[in-house]
């Protein structure tokens, strides 16, 4: 009988260690976290995280953090590209969106770190009411200075937190550690972590030759 449990318990260990982490620490609480999914996916250097289906109000869909998601190595000083698919959701907001990296790895989203949002791919309100859809683009370039190794990313699609009724405004800037101010704020939105690996070259890049051997060929990043 203790051989049956222990074999149970073996078995369920690599399930615990790849499920998704619903706590933020060590970084903020993103504030718009107990709503349904608003996000259909996030394509990194060609590697696409998807969030699932698309909510409906009254559906909660709590924040949750990527921690087992891999993306393609960002190498400092190199461009990445990212694109972010959303949902024509049936209410008047969020229709704002943000990504941020925390590039100097200090466990908060710096406003320098703010790559990605309406006002610098878009230029408008995110779609809602069965609007067309359709992807959002950027190009981005890694700091020289970033930090190296697995950092945090924080995708937000959120509101309009003193007034979410409020006409789309090209110069609201949405906060990764939101309070409420306003009416309704706490239906409005949804946040989603995950990691970036930043390296400063590109290694072991296995290639074959015309005569079918492999060959091993490093890729240096100056």
């Known amino acids: 009988m203790k051989k049956i ?12 260690s790849f499920s998704q982490i619903s706590n933020p620490a060590p970084y903020c609480d993103p504030g718009f976290d107990i709503n349904y999914n608003m996000i259909d996916n996030i394509v990194v250097k060609g590697s696409s995280l998807n969030f699932g289906a698309q909510g409906s109000f009254g559906s909660i869909n709590t924040y949750l953090y990527y921690n087992t998601t891999t993306f393609p190595d960002f190498v400092i000083g190199d461009t990445a590209s990212i694109e972010l698919n959303v949902f024509a959701v049936n209410d008047i907001e969020p229709i704002y969106f943000a990504l941020w990296i925390d590039f100097d790895q200090s466990n908060t989203f710096d406003p320098g770190e703010l790559v990605m949002q309406n006002s610098n791919t878009i230029n408008a309100a995110l779609p809602n009411f069965g609007a067309a859809v359709t992807p959002i683009n950027k190009i981005i370039t890694i700091p020289s ?7 945090r990313a924080r995708l937000m699609r959120g509101s309009n937190v003193t007034d979410p009724f409020a006409p789309y405004d090209n110069n609201l800037i949405l906060d990764p550690c939101p309070t409420a101010t306003g009416m309704g704020f706490g239906f409005l939105g949804c946040t989603y972590d995950f990691d970036i690996n930043i390296v400063n070259e590109i290694t072991s890049a296995i290639l074959k030759n015309n005569f079918g051997s492999e060959f091993s060929l490093s890729l240096i990043h100056i």
Do not use: K, V
């Open 145 to 151: 200075g970033a930090s190296l190794g697995n950092t």
């Open 5 to 16: 449990i222990y074999l149970i318990g073996l078995l369920a260990l690599p399930a615990l």
